[in-house]
């Protein structure tokens, strides 16, 4: 079928996906957001259930429609993006590619915020809690291998080695978004693992997703 490793190279595996950006509500009518197409994310959850894994996508608000043989969960804001991805657990594999807004607003107000005489609103932010962190950390519902993303304007390699020790996950896909990233279809990546970095040459997101497939389904045959 031309997919390395074997068509069916991930069956038996379950994988859980995060993708897209989550967002925060402020009052009914507005929220805190990141710029994400999830492209890369569903691409990547489309790749493994290719190759035979059971995929459970937990996504943040998109324009696109799940890929076939995906399980898609739908949330907004990264509380309850958290709570679908450990709901989906245990699994073996997670990769966890969502922009997630790295700040809520601390109280969501009940109606509209109306413009008056006051001037703007001050925004209480509180940090959001970080879901790969959490998923990598050590416990029984860890998956075996954990891959986080890493979206850098400068640094790339230092900044995704820095996120690698900090979060506890086993590779990291770092993205260099200083160029055209965002909604295109192109990506130019870097796969930093404890063995060292390899920078891939740019390619589409859907290259990038079945060649990241191909090295997870690589991971499990040699660990095998
Ligand atoms: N991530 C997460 N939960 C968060 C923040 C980030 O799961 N609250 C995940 C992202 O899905 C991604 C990885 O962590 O896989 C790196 O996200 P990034 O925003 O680059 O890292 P941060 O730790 O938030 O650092 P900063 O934004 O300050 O660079
Ligand atoms: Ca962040």
Redesign the pocket.
């Known amino acids: 079928q031309g997919l390395l490793g074997g068509p069916r190279s991930l069956a038996g595996r379950k994988a859980v996906v995060?993708a897209g950006p989550t967002f925060e509500p402020i009052d009914p009518v507005r929220g805190l957001t990141n710029r994400s197409s999830g492209k890369q994310g569903y691409a990547v959850a489309a790749a493994l259930a290719q190759r035979g894994a059971e995929v459970t996508l937990v996504s943040g608000p998109t324009a696109l429609s799940a890929p076939p043989g995906v399980t898609r969960m739908e949330v907004e804001s990264?509380l309850e993006m958290?709570a679908a991805t450990q709901a989906a657990l245990p699994a073996d594999i997670a990769v966890?590619?969502?922009?997630?807004?790295?700040w809520r607003v601390d109280t969501v107000a009940g109606g509209k915020i109306k413009k008056g005489p006051g001037g703007p609103p001050t925004l209480a932010l509180i940090e959001?809690?970080?879901?790969?962190?959490g998923?990598a950390a050590p416990g029984p519902n860890r998956p075996a291998l954990v891959i986080?993303?890493?979206?850098?304007t400068t640094d790339l390699e230092a900044?995704a080695r820095a996120?690698l020790s900090?979060?506890g996950c086993d590779w990291?896909v770092g993205n260099d978004v200083s160029d055209e990233v965002f909604g295109s279809d192109g990506n130019a990546v870097l796969l930093v693992t404890a063995q060292g970095a390899e920078v891939w040459p740019r390619q589409s997101k859907t290259a990038v997703a079945q060649a990241l497939a191909d090295r997870i389904a690589d991971h499990f045959k040699s660990a095998q």
């Open positions: 995060t990264a958290k966890l590619s969502a922009a997630v807004a790295d959001n809690p970080d879901i790969l962190a998923v986080g993303f890493a979206a850098e900044n996120k900090r979060k990291i």
